[in-house]
């Protein structure tokens, strides 16, 4: 049992920093922050909780030691470069770490959307059509910050409260919404999609009130209107 544990955790180390001899050209600037912390323990300690920070620290403090060992320009000058090309030969000899492109990759998601509530918003997006949007109360601040592109109807005790948005609210908390009600919303505020969570049970559905489902996308549906009242 230890010996997996012990596995695993050595494992999940590797996978984090990487290959080659990244481990030691860290365990190494951590010896250097050790030694030359001069009663800055606290201070130091906190480069070493990442890998970037620690190793920038011991290159630095690598150079500027061999610079100060020489009093004449020119012998600075030259050990300064002695001093570069030793640190970059470290770098780059230290292998692949979490900052290498093969580690990273730009978020598709950057705001952090639910993935239901983002594929609808994108959907609507691509729609190519009116981006004023009906939307469940909960889900307006997702809207409005992901693009400004969204007209948004749909506040949750927002400033500028609309009366509409007051009756949305209210039927939005019950389980049974009355569609005819949010349709007539909508419509009367040019919205020509309407967003809706799927965990409702309304007696009669907003299908029937001139909007028909565009898409679905896990825990929201996306209603688009094709009929004018």
């Not at 590797?14 to 250097?32: D, P």
């Not at 730009?106 to 981006?131: K, T």
């Not at 909960?138 to 969204?150: G, L, M, R, V």
């Not at 489902?213 to 209107?225: D, L, N, P, Q």
Request: aromatic letters at 10%.
């Amino acid at each position: 049992m230890i010996k997996e544990m012990l596995t695993g955790l050595y494992a999940g180390l590797r996978e984090f920093a990487g290959t080659g001899a990244v481990i030691a050209f860290f365990a190494v600037s951590v010896l250097v922050l050790i030694l030359t912390a001069n009663g800055k323990v606290k201070e130091r300690a906190l480069l070493a909780l990442s890998f970037v920070p620690a190793c920038g620290f011991a290159v630095s403090e690598f150079l500027s030691a061999a610079v100060r060992s020489q009093k004449k320009t020119a012998h600075k000058l030259a050990i300064a470069l002695t001093a570069v090309a030793i640190s970059l030969l470290a770098v780059f000899s230290s292998g692949k770490s979490v900052i290498s492109p093969e580690f990273t990759e730009r978020a598709e998601n950057p705001v952090h959307v639910p993935d239901d509530i983002y594929s609808a918003m994108q959907f609507i997006l691509q729609d190519g059509g009116n981006c004023s949007v009906l939307v469940d109360p909960e889900w307006s601040a997702y809207f409005e910050s992901f693009s400004s592109s969204f007209t948004v109807t749909g506040h949750k005790k927002a400033a500028g409260f609309s009366d509409d948005e007051g009756v949305l609210n209210f039927e939005m908390s019950k389980t049974t919404p009355d569609m005819r009600k949010i349709a007539s919303i909508a419509r009367r505020n040019g919205c020509t999609y309407v967003v809706l969570p799927d965990d409702i049970w309304p007696e009669v559905p907003i299908t029937k009130f001139g909007y028909e489902t565009a898409g679905e996308f896990g825990s929201c549906i996306v209603y688009k209107e094709v009929t004018s009242p």
